[in-house]
T-cell receptor
Framework: QKEVEQNSGPLSVPEGAIASLNCTYS??????FFWYRQYSGKSPELIMS????GDKEDGRFTAQLNKASQYVSLLIRDSQPSDSATYLC??????????FGKGTRLSVIA | DAGITQSPRYKITETGRQVTLMCHQT?????MFWYRQDLGHGLRLIYY???????DKGEVPDGYVVSRSKTENFPLTLESATRSQTSVYFC????????????FGPGTRLTVT
């Protein structure tokens, strides 16, 4: 089973700051990378996908991919208390459509 | 309403009983998935299906049975529930080949006593 690793946190940042969430993966042939957000007691929802090396921006969210280092990150600019959630990194691997990391819990302090 | 629904939302059952969790989607998505989510383990894939009558095992299939006779339904059965199967179960679906961008149902919280 290929692995997806994330720091479990909690990661605490003050309101308005940049939150940086990191993910490493072991399957070198992976070509697609996804970030899901999960609020406490709710189901995961897709917030970002990235397929090419470099940065992809969507509003306050930026996904960064470095395939050589097998590293993908999610930056949240101008963090808001409503961003407090668990962020799950997910990567297709082998025969498994998506392998999820255990998630990083983010807390934005007002 | 369109979307993906799960039933029941909460279930308490006893060890050894058979339990079926239902999942229904109205998008006509090809792919459907069952995950369980536990503290310390994250989301783990139990089974998935690429189309009606096609199912494949995921990471943790033991003790579970699935079927998919219709595109819109993907029930998950615990044949003889054990306490280790206490968990939150999520169903998800995806319209494309590959099953990458998945849309999740609200979840079923199952407690086995």
């Amino acid at each position: 089973q290929k692995e997806v690793e994330q720091n479990s946190g909690p990661l605490s940042v003050p309101e308005g700051a940049i939150a940086s969430l990191n993910c490493t993966y072991s399957d070198r042939v992976s070509q697609s990378f996804f970030w899901y957000r999960q609020y406490s007691g709710k189901s995961p929802e897709l917030i970002m996908s990235i397929y090419s090396n470099g940065d992809k921006e969507d509003g306050r969210f930026t996904a960064q991919l470095n395939k050589a280092s097998q590293y993908v990150s999610l930056l949240i600019r101008d963090s808001q208390p409503s961003d407090s959630a668990t962020y799950l990194c997910a990567v297709p691997s082998g025969n498994t459509p998506l392998v999820f990391g255990k998630g990083t819990r983010l807390s934005v302090i007002a | 309403d369109a979307g993906i629904t799960q039933s029941p939302r909460y279930k308490i059952t006893e060890t050894g009983r058979q339990v079926t969790l239902m999942c229904h989607q109205t998008w006509s998505h090809s792919y459907m998935f069952w995950y369980r989510q536990d503290l310390g383990h994250g989301l783990r894939l139990i089974y998935y299906s690429a189309a009606a009558d096609i199912t494949d095992k995921g990471e943790v299939p033991d003790g579970y049975v699935v079927s998919r006779s219709k595109t819109e339904n993907f029930p998950l059965t615990l044949e003889s529930a054990t306490r280790s199967q206490t968990s939150v179960y999520f169903c998800a679906s995806n319209p494309d080949s590959g099953g990458y961008e998945q849309y999740f149902g609200p979840g079923t919280r199952l407690t086995v006593t």
